[in-house]
């Protein structure tokens, strides 16, 4: 499956963006679809992931309460709503898709990534 995310930008502290993570073809069913960013000079981190039926989330803990990530009806997008963003959200944010049975997946299980959004958060 192919996935192409979008939505970053520029947005002060405190603020709001939903980023949008368009596959090639229905995911559900089929996929976890993760969401993971990677800041300047760090590793890449897991943000959250919406399991394969769309019935379950799972969030890191950094993210918890300011994230929610959700589907299109067509279950052929994804989208993560992001509130109350901080500076250090500032990242390349990434989606992914993949299969495991075990939850919440690890990064690893995730075999097809976008090409990534940037988020800037400025203070």
Same mark, same amino acid.
Not at 1 to 8: R, T
Not at 12 to 39: E, K, P
Not at 49 to 70: E, L, Q, W
Not at 116 to 123: Q, R, Y
């Given at each position: ?18 980023? *949008?993570?368009?596959? *090639? ?25 919406? *399991?394969?039926?769309?019935? *379950? ?67």
């Amino acid at each position: 499956v192919q996935l192409q995310a979008s939505g970053g930008g520029l947005v002060q502290s405190g603020g709001s963006l939903r980023l *949008s993570c368009a596959a *090639s073809r229905r995911v559900f069913g089929d996929f976890n679809m993760g969401w993971f960013r990677q800041a300047p000079g760090k590793e890449r981190e897991f943000v959250g992931v919406i *399991s394969v039926s769309g019935g *379950s989330t799972y969030y890191a803990d950094s993210m918890k309460g300011r994230v929610t990530i959700s589907s299109d009806n067509a279950k052929t997008t994804v989208y993560l709503q992001m509130a109350s963003l901080k500076p250090e959200d500032t990242a390349v944010y990434y989606c992914a898709a993949g299969w495991s049975a075990q939850w919440p997946p690890r990064m690893d299980d995730f075999a097809s990534w976008g090409q990534g959004t940037l988020v800037t958060v400025s203070s």
